[in-house]
């Protein structure tokens, strides 16, 4: 089985940082792109940021282009995003996700718990 296991969340005040982390183990944990989910109270899931397995692709949602940035350290089995500049309409739980291959194309069904960012202003 594959787990995924996110931490970093917490209370941010507008316009301050915070970075994630979502730490992957099992048996498909490797050679795979990864992602960042979110979901706020009332609304659906939504995709936020992905990267390739090497890292050398990245891509994020239009409304946290230029303020987040994904990145990964396969040697630690660990993806972070790191945060800046947050709004309020960042509060959600923030999801990690692997992916199907080694591209974001497509994606497996394995989800993190969650860990829930607050941005209080």
């Known amino acids: 089985q594959v787990q995924l296991v996110e931490s970093g969340g917490g209370l941010v005040q507008a316009g301050g940082s915070l970075r994630l982390s979502c730490v992957v183990s099992?048996?498909?944990?490797?050679?795979?792109?990864m992602g960042w989910f979110r979901q706020a109270p009332g609304k659906e899931r939504e995709f936020v940021a992905a990267i390739t397995w090497s890292g050398a692709v990245r891509t994020y949602a239009d409304s946290v282009k230029g303020r987040f940035t994904i990145s990964r350290d396969n040697a630690k089995n660990t993806v972070y995003l790191q945060m800046n500049n947050v709004n309020s309409e960042d509060t959600a739980v923030y999801y990690c996700?692997?992916?199907?291959?080694?591209?974001?194309?497509?994606?497996?069904?394995?989800w993190g718990q969650g860990t829930q960012v607050t941005v209080s202003s």
């Open positions: 996700r692997l992916g199907a291959d080694m591209y974001y194309s497509t994606w497996s069904q394995y």
């Open positions: 099992g048996r498909t944990s490797s050679n795979k792109a």
